[in-house]
C-alpha cells in the first residue's frame, strides 16, 4: 500500500440523475458519469449540481488515490474498504483508468483521510 497517495478534494460533491431524454443541464462538468437503466449517473461539485438546478444526494467528499491503480489489480479496493468498514465510514468507489477515487460522507473525511493514510504507512 505504500504510495497509496490519498488526495482529499476541497469541494463538496454529490450524485444525480439524469433520466433518458432529459437535456443535459448546460454548464454540467461532472468529474464522473456512468449509464444506468435509470438514467445518467452523474458526479459533480454539490455547487454545480445546484448551480445546473439538477436535484441531488450531496455531502461527500472525494478522494483521490495517486497510487496507479491497474485495472485487473486484485485487492487494493479490498484493502482500503475493510479498513473504512471498522471505522464505520461508508465508501462509495470509482474506478477509473489510472486511480481510484473514493466518495466518503463529507463529515467523516478526516477521518478517512487518516485511516488511508495510516495503510499507506510502511509495515
Known amino acids: 500500500m505504500a504510495g497509496l497517495k490519498p488526495q482529499l478534494a476541497e469541494e463538496e460533491h454529490g450524485f444525480a440523475t439524469i433520466a433518458h431524454g432529459?437535456?443535459?443541464?448546460?454548464?454540467?462538468?461532472?468529474?464522473?458519469?456512468?449509464?444506468?437503466?435509470?438514467?445518467?449517473?452523474?458526479?459533480?461539485?454539490?455547487?454545480?449540481?445546484e448551480a445546473v438546478g439538477l436535484d441531488h444526494d450531496g455531502g461527500w467528499a472525494k478522494i483521490s488515490l495517486g497510487y496507479a491503480s491497474s485495472l485487473d489489480g486484485v485487492g487494493l479496493t479490498a484493502r482500503?474498504?475493510?479498513?473504512?468498514?471498522?471505522?464505520?465510514?461508508?465508501?462509495n468507489v470509482v474506478a477509473a483508468f489510472h486511480h481510484d477515487h473514493l466518495f466518503v460522507p463529507w463529515s467523516r473525511r478526516q477521518d478517512a483521510m487518516a485511516i488511508l493514510s495510516e495503510l499507506e504507512a510502511p509495515e
Not at 24 to 49: C, H, N, Q, Y
Not at 80 to 91: D, K, M, R, V
Open 22 to 49: 432529459q437535456g443535459w443541464p448546460r454548464g454540467l462538468v461532472p468529474v464522473a458519469t456512468f449509464a444506468e437503466d435509470e438514467g445518467a449517473s452523474v458526479i459533480a461539485k454539490t455547487a454545480m449540481l
Open 80 to 91: 482500503f474498504s475493510q479498513a473504512l468498514t471498522e471505522a464505520g465510514i461508508p465508501c
